[in-house]
């Protein structure tokens, strides 16, 4: 009974901080293309001021907690490499995303970007040896036919974005089976932050070169997109670190993330859906939530 009931608090806690994240992330989109129209502010000025401020504070609440040695020091000088060459390789990724808003409608982007766990599987059967039988094949085909449905055909033929985003994807997955592969090597929080330690030193050094005069608004529009990433970032590692087993009842509930970008899509920049699309949006939805259902099934029963 009890571990009935523990298994249950720990489906619902993850599942409620999956939703928590899934907003985050779609509202950092939001921020991003909302700030992408101000032509004085850079990706480096966006960044540098948005994760300074967080970064900061984390270090502050880890050293309160007295965790700091525990999460961000490690023993063996060998264990930094990872978490830091991961941190130096996702440097390109918040620039690709940061143009790719000004040219692709939100509620075109997210979609892309949730393919994610097909592109795991794919990692996972070359990196781990795992095979990826005609079953999965099948299920991967349906989800980036929802993904063409949604782009269109036609923007792939007139918008490089659109592949630069499923640059990104395949990115986020090969970072999370290699993670994933050498979790030892550090905790889920000092993953997080040599993750984006990289990105905030090479933002600030451009910054502080090229400097920008920006008003109240626009500030505070920005701490706001660097708080959404780093909480996104920190809830992300952390839902995956104590799901465990039972992570194929959390993962498929990160496709929400659709319904917030369409949701707010809608609200800030008048983005709608077509039958099309929506049609697509269900494809990847089920096509996502088979992969991580039926792959997680077959680590558990190896």
Not at 119 to 131: A, D, G, P, R, V
Request: proline share 4%.
């Amino acid at each position: 009974m009890f571990k009935l009931i523990s298994s249950n608090k720990i489906i619902l806690l993850g599942i409620f901080l999956v939703i928590i994240q899934t907003f985050f992330g779609a509202s950092f989109d939001t921020t991003t293309k909302f700030l992408g129209s101000n032509k004085n502010l850079l990706w480096y000025h966006y960044y540098a001021l948005g994760l300074s401020l967080p970064m900061i504070l984390f270090i502050f609440f880890l050293v309160i907690l007295k965790s700091v040695k525990k999460n961000l020091i490690f023993e063996n000088k060998k264990d930094y490499f990872l978490p830091l060459f991961r941190g130096l390789t996702f440097i390109p990724i918040p620039i690709i995303i940061y143009y790719s808003l000004k040219q692709i409608p939100l509620n075109i982007f997210t979609p892309i970007i949730m393919t994610t766990p097909f592109f795991i599987l794919i990692w996972s059967s070359i990196l781990q040896k795992e095979i990826i039988s005609l079953k999965y094949w099948v299920i991967l085909i349906i989800g980036f036919a929802g993904t063409i449905l949604i782009a269109k055909p036609t923007m792939f033929q007139t918008n490089v974005f659109i592949y630069l985003i499923f640059l990104v994807a395949a990115y986020n997955a090969l970072t999370s089976v290699v993670v994933s592969k050498f979790s030892k090597n550090a905790t889920a929080l000092g993953y997080s932050f040599y993750n984006l330690l990289p990105l905030t030193l090479f933002c600030i050094m451009l910054s502080v070169i090229d400097p920008v005069k920006l008003i109240k608004d626009e500030l505070i529009i920005i701490f706001i997109g660097g708080f959404l990433l780093f909480f996104a970032s920190l809830l992300f590692n952390f839902v995956f670190h104590i799901s465990g087993k039972f992570t194929r009842f959390i993962s498929p509930v990160f496709f929400l993330q659709l319904i917030w970008a369409s949701i707010l899509g809608n609200i800030f920049f008048n983005e709608t859906l077509d039958n099309l699309s929506l049609i697509g949006m269900i494809l990847i939805i089920v096509s996502g939530s088979l992969t991580i259902i039926n792959s997680n099934k077959y680590r558990n029963n190896n």
